[in-house]
Every structure is written in structure tokens, then in C-alpha cells.
């Protein structure tokens, strides 16, 4: 199956009033670039009219145009290798794929490939996961992944000592190439599976819970993460822009969750919430 990306040129304030609305018709992948974002998602999701009537009801809030294409696996791969760049964060981690260098003086060093897969650390929304990361103790722990991409949290939540890695999403490729860049990463606590929330059913509670997604996902199945956290186990959220905070925190404290901090990146946030 093949992606569909959309692009988006529009004024900021007109940009994070499409990426909400766009998640609502199964766009779940953004990317934010100086004149919009670009959003994606599978071909068989598109839906080209749910699309064109969003874009009209806000062409007369500002400067707004729009194009669609689809993605190939064969190119998007050929895309990739050729704009990818290495990614340093925090000092301490690096991001970057097999044909570059190891850099030097970097405690983690993550090798990605992502394939068909989003989440190579360059988006907001990953780098700031990353980050947060190193300020949980993921030794020994038990660790969901929710929504994992290219796997690169899980592969991280590995390198900080965790015992056990559940990474989850619910596309094939995502899954195998979650998989396979473990395996390069030489991740043994990883395991990679397909699926959405419903495939947590039965599982013994978790110690840490990563979750980058979106918005809307996350409101969703808040209460599914939640039942699966033992009393002051944390979880990171990331995925929604910093106005959204407030309703991720009003849902999280329906669900016993208590909001702990956030940092955030260009409009984009990642916060901790301690389960009560």
C-alpha cells in the first residue's frame, strides 16, 4: 500500500486549523515546512472531496493552496536517502541512518531506516519524545509504545535499559520496519506488533507508556493507556500542538492521570502524566 501526501500552503495561524481538521478524515502524519505542513496518509484512507470541502471552508481566512500525490514505497525510499540528514538532540543522541558516520562524543546513537515508516527524530513531535525520554528512568521497566513508527522510541526506551518494549501500530510495513530497525539497533528487550489499542487487551500493566500520535487518537484511547499503568507509572504524550494541551490534561485527569511538566518545540508539545 502506498502513502498520499498532501501538501499544505498556508498562513500559520490558517495551518493548525487544517491539521486538526484534517485529522478528522484520516490524515495522521504532519510536517511542518516554512510555507505550511505536508500531511499523509494511506492511499486506501484518502478521501480527495473530504479534502476539497475542508479547503473550502477556510480559503477565505487567508492565502491557501493545496496538492495531493502519491508516494511510492520505491520512492519514497529514494526520497528519503536523498533529503535525510544526521540529527543530533540534546547532546546526547543522534539520529541517522546506516550510511552515515557514527558521530562522536554521543551517549545513544540510533540508526533509522524508516522505509514507509514516519519518525526519523526530525519532526517536532519525535525529537521532543526523544528528549523527554532521558528525563524518565526506563531502567528495568516495562515499556509501551503506542503509535511507533520507525520503532525509534522503543529502540531508545532499549538503549535507556528497559527490560521489555511492547512498540504497536496498526499498518504492516510500519510494523516490519519497526522490527527491522530493532534488529539493527541490536534491541533485544523490542517487541514489534500490529494493531491498534484493542490488541492491549490481557496485557499486564506497563511501567512506562510512550505515546505519539495525534490529538484525536489520543482522547480516544486515553482510558486503555491508562488502565494499564500501575499507580505513579508515567506517560509521555506528543503528537498535538500546545493549545492542545489543555484538553489532553482535562481528558488525562478524567482518566486519573495528573499532568507533571511539558517542554515544547515550534507550536508542538510533549508532556509527562503521572497515573494517580
Given at each position: 500500500?502506498?502513502?498520499?501526501?498532501?501538501?499544505?500552503?498556508?498562513?500559520?495561524?490558517?495551518?493548525?486549523?487544517?491539521?486538526?481538521?484534517?485529522?478528522?478524515?484520516?490524515?495522521?502524519?504532519?510536517?511542518?515546512?516554512?510555507?505550511?505542513?505536508?500531511?499523509?496518509t494511506t492511499e486506501a484512507a484518502f478521501d480527495r472531496d473530504a479534502v476539497a470541502?475542508?479547503?473550502?471552508?477556510y480559503e477565505s481566512m487567508g492565502e491557501l493552496n493545496y496538492s495531493d500525490r502519491v508516494i511510492t514505497r520505491q520512492n519514497w525510499n529514494a526520497e528519503w536517502e536523498n533529503n535525510f540528514q544526521p540529527l543530533v538532540i540534546a547532546d546526547k543522541i543522534s539520529v541517522r541512518a546506516p550510511f552515515h558516520p557514527r558521530p562522536a562524543g554521543i551517549r545513544y546513537d540510533i540508526e533509522i531506516m524508516p522505509r514507509m515508516s514516519f519518525g526519523t527524530g526530525h519532526h517536532e513531535t519525535t525529537a521532543l519524545m526523544l528528549e523527554t525520554q532521558l528525563d524518565v528512568d526506563h531502567r528495568g521497566k516495562r515499556v509501551?509504545?503506542?503509535?511507533?513508527?520507525?520503532?525509534?522510541l522503543a529502540i531508545m526506551a532499549d538503549k535507556l535499559g528497559a527490560r521489555q518494549v511492547l512498540a504497536v501500530d496498526v499498518e504492516p510495513w510500519t510494523v516490519e520496519n519497526a522490527a527491522d530497525n530493532a534488529l539493527e539497533n541490536h534491541c533485544r528487550a523490542v517487541e514489534c506488533r500490529l494493531g491498534g489499542v484493542e490488541v492491549l487487551a490481557g496485557e499486564a500493566p506497563f511501567d512506562i507508556i510512550l505515546a505519539?500520535?495525534?490529538?484525536?487518537?489520543?482522547?480516544?484511547?486515553?482510558?486503555?493507556?491508562?488502565?494499564?499503568?500501575?499507580?505513579?507509572?508515567?506517560?509521555?504524550?506528543?503528537?498535538?500542538?500546545?493549545?492542545?494541551?489543555?484538553?489532553?490534561?482535562?481528558?488525562?485527569?478524567?482518566r486519573q492521570l495528573r499532568y507533571e511538566r511539558h517542554r515544547s518545540l515550534r507550536g508542538w508539545v510533549s508532556a509527562i502524566f503521572t497515573k494517580l
Open positions: 500500500m502506498d502513502f498520499i501526501e498532501l501538501t499544505v500552503q498556508a498562513p500559520p495561524e490558517l495551518a493548525e486549523i487544517l491539521v486538526a481538521e484534517l485529522g478528522e478524515v484520516g490524515f495522521d502524519t504532519f510536517e511542518d515546512n516554512d510555507a505550511g505542513f505536508c500531511a499523509y470541502s475542508i479547503m473550502s471552508r509501551l509504545d503506542m503509535g511507533c513508527g520507525t520503532g525509534i505519539n500520535i495525534n490529538r484525536n487518537v489520543l482522547l480516544e484511547d486515553m482510558a486503555a493507556y491508562a488502565a494499564l499503568l500501575p499507580t505513579g507509572a508515567p506517560i509521555l504524550f506528543s503528537g498535538f500542538y500546545e493549545e492542545d494541551l489543555a484538553l489532553i490534561s482535562a481528558e488525562a485527569s478524567r
